[in-house]
């Protein structure tokens, strides 16, 4: 079994930082792209940063200068830097990850539970 366990959500006023890390645990035998993504409640759910194994990574444009997203591939951990957050990056943030299982195994994407992330005003 497979588990992505996020941490470091809270309460942060605008302009503030916030540092989020997701933990992949289980049978793994490597894993590809981790992602961040965010949900406001009403809304869809919405790619934030991804990062390949290879330290490749992309953003959205809305967080594009302020959000940076790093991992630790020896620890199975993706990180979020988020700075200078606006009232607009409120959600719940969520990580998934790329992971093959074994060595001959397909790739699946599995998902964490998420973490709120509030941003006052």
């Known amino acids: 079994q497979v588990q992505l366990v996020e941490s470091g959500g809270g309460l942060v006023q605008a302009g503030g930082s916030l540092r989020l890390s997701c933990a992949a645990s289980?049978?793994?035998?490597?894993?590809?792209?981790m992602n961040w993504y965010r949900q406001a409640p009403g809304k869809q759910r919405d790619l934030v940063a991804a990062?390949?194994?290879?330290?490749?990574?992309n953003y959205a444009d809305s967080v594009k200068g302020r959000f940076t997203i790093s991992r630790d591939n020896a620890k199975n951990m993706v990180y979020l830097q988020m700075n200078s957050l606006k009232p607009e990056d409120a959600a719940v943030y969520v990580c998934?990850?790329?992971?093959?299982?074994?060595?001959?195994?397909?790739?699946?994407?599995?998902w964490g539970q998420g973490t709120q992330v509030t941003v006052s005003s």
């Open positions: 998934s990850a790329e992971i093959l299982r074994t060595r001959f195994s397909y790739s699946q994407v599995y």
């Open positions: 289980g049978r793994i035998f490597s894993i590809n792209t």
């Open positions: 990062i390949t194994s290879g330290g490749s990574t």
